[in-house]
Nanobody, 122 residues
Framework: QVHLVESGGGLVQAGDSLKLSCAAS????????MGWFRQALGKEREFVGAIEWSGTVTSYGDSVKGRSTIWRDNDRNAVYLQIDLLKPEDTAVYYC???????????????WGQGTQVTVSS
């Protein structure tokens, strides 16, 4: 079992970059593939990206592909998401999650953080 806590959200301007962090306060993320998802108000949860346990394989959602990076530091028990060139449509609550398998479906993920709000103003 792992307990995840996201941080780094806030209000930013369009065009800025933002780095989100997800730390495990209990358990060890090294055992898991880690994913980032987001949910905008009134919309379904959307896959942002994922990284497999060793950090060598990543996958990104179409909406952030080419302007986002996921990496992990298993020694620090944390995973990170950076999104560049932020757009107002990136406004959402961002969640990190842990899964035994690697993939884009939210149903794969067993453990979820509480989320951190990102608001991008135009």
């Amino acid at each position: 079992q792992v307990h995840l806590v996201e941080s780094g959200g806030g209000l930013v301007q369009a065009g800025d970059s933002l780095k989100l962090s997800c730390a495990a306060s209990e358990g060890y993320i090294s055992r898991y593939c880690m994913g980032w998802f987001r949910q905008a108000l009134g919309k379904e949860r959307e896959f942002v990206g994922a990284i497999e346990w060793s950090g060598t394989v990543t996958s990104y959602g179409d909406s952030v592909k080419g302007r986002s990076t996921i990496w992990r530091d298993n020694d620090r028990n944390a995973v990170y998401l950076q999104i560049d060139l932020l757009k107002p449509e990136d406004t959402a609550v961002y969640y990190c999650a842990a899964a035994q398998g690697f993939g884009e479906s939210a149903t794969l993920y067993d453990y979820w953080g509480q989320g951190t709000q990102v608001t991008v103003s135009s």
